[in-house]
């Protein structure tokens, strides 16, 4: 199994600790490596397109998509629940991250919003979408029953995956974490278990 990321892509971050949760064994390749071999990987080459996941002689991307084909085919460990009310929390969660922040702040939005054509102010661009993200998450999250230790009870699921890789890519920018108690308490939670700190150091 071969994992094609981008340094700095939540996305990419999100799929790697859902394969650490569920003890999957991959090897990992940053598409910026110039010693990477990315020969037959046309959505990376011409697209820059991460993460993609090279499985069982098939190539998946998106991260949603993928967390959750490896739940279908790797299913020893499940981070998405048993019950649609809990799923589609947990989609739901997952997705404000994955469809409505991490696409403002993409690597390859980033490098643009750099440019001097763009006319715009990164800075403030980052911290708008951001900022708003994160209130959706907390309203989301906090005084909500079924929230416990992590986004849905007491067990990781695919919304952590996705909420810790966004929490600390974040927090290098324009992130408050003060602002967002719920979000905070849950996000450390996270980083008491090996499969979000391992990725979370190569970042530090």
């Known amino acids: 199994m071969r994992l094609y990321i981008q340094r700095g892509c939540t996305a990419s971050d999100a ?7 569920k003890g999957i064994d991959y090897q990992l390749i940053d598409i910026n490596d110039t010693d ?3 020969s037959g990987v046309p959505l990376i080459n011409d697209l820059r397109v991460t993460p993609v996941l090279y499985d069982q002689q098939r190539m998946q991307i998106e991260s949603l998509a993928i967390i959750e084909y490896l739940d279908e085919v790797y299913p020893d460990v499940m981070l998405l629940p048993g019950t ?10 997952a997705q404000v991250i994955i469809s409505d922040i991490n696409p403002m702040l993409t690597p390859r939005v980033r490098q643009y919003m750099a440019t001097e054509e ?4 990164a ?9 708003l993200g994160f209130e959706a998450i907390e309203e ?4 909500n029953p079924a929230t416990g230790h992590f986004c849905l009870g007491n067990t990781p699921t695919m919304a952590d995956a996705c909420l810790a890789p966004q929490v600390w890519h974040s927090q290098k920018t324009v992130l408050d974490l003060g602002r ?14 090996e499969a979000f700190e391992n990725v979370a150091l190569e970042l530090r």
């Not at 799929?15 to 650490?20: G, I, K, P, Q, T």
């Not at 763009?118 to 102010?121: A, C, P, Q, V, Y």
């Not at 989301?140 to 005084?143: C, G, I, Q, S, Y």
């Open 15 to 21: 799929v790697r600790v859902a394969l650490n949760l």
């Open 36 to 38: 990477a071999d990315l």
């Open 84 to 93: 649609a009310r809990d799923r589609v929390r947990v989609r739901s969660i």
């Open 118 to 121: 763009t006319g715009l102010d």
């Open 123 to 131: 800075e403030a661009w980052t911290n708008h979408w951001v900022n």
């Open 140 to 143: 989301l999250l906090a005084d």
């Open 180 to 193: 967002f108690p719920t979000v905070q308490r849950v996000y450390e939670n996270c980083l008491k278990l």
